[in-house]
C-alpha cells in the first residue's frame, strides 16, 4: 500500500510540475486552446454528472454557464469586489440556481424535463437581452481581467496559471465524490429511483445534490470563461453550449470522469481545427458523434482505457 502510495504522489508531482511549466512552453495562441479546454472540462464534468450518471435529461447547461459568467463579471464591475472574490459567489449564484432548476425534476423527467429546462434556458437568455440596465442588453459587457493578489492577469499564460490548479482541484474533488457515497448514490439514482427510495435513500434530495454539484462546476467554468474573453454577451450562453456538452460527453463516454475531461477536450480542439470554416463545426461534430457511437459505443475513454488494459 505504501510503495502504491508513493507511485501515485510521485505521479502527481511529476504531472504538477508539468503542468506548471506549460504555459511558458506554448505561444499564445496554444494557451488560449489549453484555456478553453479547461473551461469546457468543468462544463462536461457537472453536465456528465446530471446527465450521464443521475441519468436526468436537463438541458441548463447553458444557462448556468452563463449565470457563472455574468455574476463573476458584475460582481468585479458594479461592486467593485476583487476576481477572488466574485468567483466564489459566481459559484454559489449558480448553485443556487441549478438547485432551484432541480425543484422541477422531483416530479418531471424524461423530454418533460428535457423541454422545461430548455425553456428556462430561453427565459434565462431573455432576461439577459432586455435587462439592459444591469447587463447591457445585446450588447453585451467588457469584463475586466482578472486581478490576483495585486498582479493583472493579461494574458493567456498568467490565466493558464489560474485556470489549471482550479481545474484540478475541481477534477480531484469530482473523483472523491465519484469514488465516495455520493457518487454511489447518484449512480443508484440513475439506475432506479424506487431501487434507491427502498434503501433508505431519497430520491428528490440525490436529484437536487446532482443538480447543485452542477451548478458549481458551470458557475466556476462561467467565471474563467469571462475572465479568459474579455468580453460576455447573451449570445455565448444559449442552447448551443449545452448540445456542445451533450456531444462531448457522448464522444468521451458517459457517465464517467474519463469520458467527460476526453471528450470535452476532444471536441474543443476538434473546434479549434475547423473554426476557420463557415458551417463545418456543425457538420465535424456530428460526423465525429456518429463515428464514436457506431465504432466505439463505450467513447473515447472506453476505447483508451481499454487499450491500456490490453496492454498491460
Known amino acids: 500500500m505504501r510503495r502504491r502510495t508513493g507511485t501515485w504522489l510521485a505521479r502527481g508531482l511529476l504531472l504538477c510540475g508539468l503542468l506548471g511549466t506549460t504555459p511558458f512552453l506554448l505561444p499564445e495562441y496554444e494557451l488560449h486552446t489549453l484555456n478553453l479546454v479547461l473551461v469546457n472540462v468543468l462544463l462536461a464534468i457537472g453536465t456528465n454528472l446530471v446527465v450521464g450518471v443521475a441519468r436526468q435529461f436537463a438541458l441548463s447547461t447553458g444557462a448556468l454557464f452563463g449565470v457563472g459568467a455574468y455574476v463573476a463579471a458584475l460582481a468585479q464591475m ?44 430561453e427565459i434565462f437568455q431573455f432576461v439577459l437581452v432586455h435587462a439592459d440596465a444591469l447587463t447591457n442588453g445585446p450588447d453585451g459587457l467588457a469584463v475586466p481581467r482578472p486581478v490576483v493578489a495585486g498582479v493583472a492577469l ?3 499564460a498568467d490565466m493558464a496559471l489560474l485556470f489549471l490548479p482550479l481545474t484540478a482541484v475541481a477534477i480531484l474533488l469530482y473523483r472523491l465524490m465519484e469514488t465516495g457515497r455520493i457518487g454511489k448514490v447518484l449512480t443508484a439514482l440513475g439506475d432506479s429511483e424506487v431501487a434507491l427510495a427502498s434503501v433508505g435513500y431519497n430520491a428528490q434530495g440525490a436529484k437536487t445534490l446532482a443538480f447543485a454539484i452542477q451548478g458549481a462546476y458551470a458557475g466556476l467554468a462561467g467565471a474563467l470563461y469571462a475572465a479568459m474573453i474579455g468580453f460576455i454577451d447573451p449570445y455565448s450562453f444559449n442552447l448551443g453550449v449545452t448540445l456542445q456538452q451533450l456531444t462531448a460527453i457522448a464522444i468521451g463516454g458517459f457517465g464517467s470522469l474519463a469520458g467527460a475531461v476526453v471528450g470535452a477536450t476532444a471536441l474543443t480542439l476538434l473546434e479549434r481545427v475547423v473554426m476557420d470554416f463557415a458551417g463545418l463545426k456543425e457538420v465535424a461534430y456530428g460526423l465525429a458523434l456518429l463515428a464514436v457511437l457506431l465504432i466505439f459505443p463505450g467513447g473515447l475513454a472506453g476505447l483508451m482505457f481499454r487499450k491500456g488494459r490490453a496492454s498491460a
Request: proline share 4%; aromatic share 10%.
Open 78 to 121: 458594479r461592486l467593485g469586489l476583487p476576481f477572488l472574490t466574485a468567483l466564489p459567489l459566481a459559484v454559489l449564484a449558480a448553485m443556487a440556481v441549478s438547485t432551484a432548476v432541480s425543484l422541477v425534476a422531483w416530479r418531471s423527467g424524461g423530454l418533460y424535463l428535457a423541454m422545461i429546462t430548455f425553456g428556462f434556458g
Open 154 to 156: 493579461t494574458g493567456q
